[in-house]
């Protein structure tokens, strides 16, 4: 996706779901778990509770929970509050360098779906707020990440920007695999940066749109409204034949799998297709702007 497509980092899991259910947890990595182990170790050898180490960390008894089944990543304030409230050891300060979310630039609840993506042999994308993920320029890709909030330190940006970067590359080595694209028009006009650095985001489009497995298709400005009004969408088939959607908001995504569902998703895609530019039409429309900058 584009925004993040969920490429932004980021502390919420996403999970398949059936009923239209969500969970803001990550992915536990094995170094979460075993800090959290050792959080609930020292907690349990002080005889506190849950309750009693939130009180005394100025934390949710939940984010005590999470950090201790390695679902939330703890930040430094947590790290330093828990160390003194458990004896001053040092253990957590040590372990806590070693902490990572186990896909680095990833937003934890965008990592199922990017694994899905690498194995899916078609996959369709709606994007009505930025350029979708795959068909960023690097320059648009950083200028996206770096105005997020919150702000992230130079480190985590340039592991997001190479996680955007990297994934990209999947359309370059899957030449066989249907990539399909649909973007509002408004999209490619919305400025970043100077004319120089549009006129490579255009060029970057059609470049990456060139091949004969991609399909970019524009909703033109006087299409009005139409299909997809709900929100950005991604949809893709499995090497199995079956179908999955995506869709994202603020700070969270989620992957759905119910069969209802997913057809509705995919009446959507199809109809707004039929309400787009051609693909030559959407082409000469890129050219155009390109020409305007």
Same mark, same amino acid.
């Given at each position: 996706?584009?925004?993040?497509?969920?490429?932004?980092?980021?502390?919420?899991?996403?999970?398949?779901?059936?009923?239209?259910?969500?969970?803001?947890?990550?992915?536990?990595?094995?170094?979460?778990?075993? +800090?959290?182990?050792?959080?609930?170790?020292?907690?349990?050898?002080?005889? $506190?509770?849950?309750?009693?180490?939130?009180?005394?960390?100025?934390?949710?008894?939940?984010?005590?929970?999470?950090?201790?089944?390695?679902?939330?990543?703890?930040?430094?304030? +947590?790290?330093?509050?828990?160390? &003194?409230? $458990?004896?001053?050891?040092?253990?957590?300060?040590?372990?806590?360098?070693?902490?990572?979310?186990?896909?680095?630039?990833?937003?934890?609840? +965008?990592?199922?779906?990017?694994?899905?993506?690498?194995?899916?042999?078609?996959?369709?994308?709606?994007?009505?707020?930025?350029?979708?993920?795959?068909?960023?320029?690097?320059?648009?890709?950083?200028?996206?990440?770096?105005?997020?909030?919150?702000?992230?330190?130079?480190?985590?940006?340039?592991?997001?920007?190479?996680?955007?970067?990297?994934?990209?590359?999947?359309?370059?080595?899957?030449?066989?695999?249907? /990539?399909? /694209?649909?973007?509002?028009?408004?999209? +490619?006009?919305?400025? /970043?940066?100077?004319?120089?650095?549009?006129?490579?985001?255009?060029?970057?489009?059609?470049?990456?749109?060139?091949?004969?497995?991609?399909?970019?298709?524009?909703?033109?400005?006087?299409?009005?409204?139409?299909?997809?009004?709900?929100?950005?969408?991604?949809?893709?088939?499995?090497?199995?034949?079956? =179908?999955?959607?995506?869709?994202?908001?603020?700070?969270?995504?989620?992957?759905?799998?119910?069969?209802? &569902?997913?057809?509705?998703?995919?009446?959507?895609?199809?109809?707004? =297709?039929?309400?787009?530019?051609?693909?030559?039409?959407? =082409?000469?429309?890129?050219? =155009?702007?390109?020409?305007?900058?």
């Amino acid at each position: 996706m584009g925004n993040v497509d969920g490429d932004a980092a980021g502390d919420s899991r996403m999970r398949v779901v059936e009923a239209g259910e969500w969970e803001r947890e990550p992915s536990p990595s094995d170094s979460l778990r075993t +800090f959290g182990a050792v959080v609930q170790a020292l907690r349990e050898h002080a005889g $506190l509770s849950r309750v009693d180490l939130s009180a005394r960390v100025q934390y949710s008894k939940h984010t005590v929970e999470s950090v201790e089944l390695g679902r939330r990543m703890p930040d430094e304030v +947590f790290v330093e509050r828990a160390e &003194e409230a $458990l004896g001053n050891t040092g253990a957590l300060r040590k372990a806590a360098r070693h902490l990572t979310r186990g896909e680095a630039g990833l937003a934890a609840w +965008f990592r199922r779906w990017a694994r899905l993506e690498r194995e899916a042999v078609s996959l369709c994308t709606y994007e009505c707020r930025l350029v979708p993920g795959l068909l960023q320029s690097e320059a648009y890709a950083r200028a996206v990440f770096e105005g997020t909030i919150p702000l992230r330190t130079d480190e985590e940006l340039e592991a997001q920007l190479a996680a955007r970067m990297e994934r990209q590359a999947m359309m370059r080595e899957r030449p066989t695999v249907p /990539f399909s /694209f649909i973007v509002e028009e408004h999209v +490619f006009r919305r400025r /970043f940066g100077d004319a120089e650095l549009m006129h490579e985001l255009v060029e970057h489009v059609l470049e990456r749109s060139a091949p004969r497995n991609v399909t970019l298709q524009v909703v033109p400005l006087e299409a009005g409204l139409h299909a997809c009004l709900d929100g950005p969408v991604q949809v893709l088939e499995t090497p199995e034949g079956r =179908r999955l959607g995506y869709s994202e908001g603020q700070k969270n995504g989620r992957l759905i799998s119910d069969p209802k &569902e997913v057809s509705v998703l995919c009446q959507r895609y199809e109809t707004l =297709r039929s309400q787009s530019l051609s693909p030559n039409e959407s =082409r000469d429309l890129l050219e =155009r702007l390109r020409g305007e900058l």
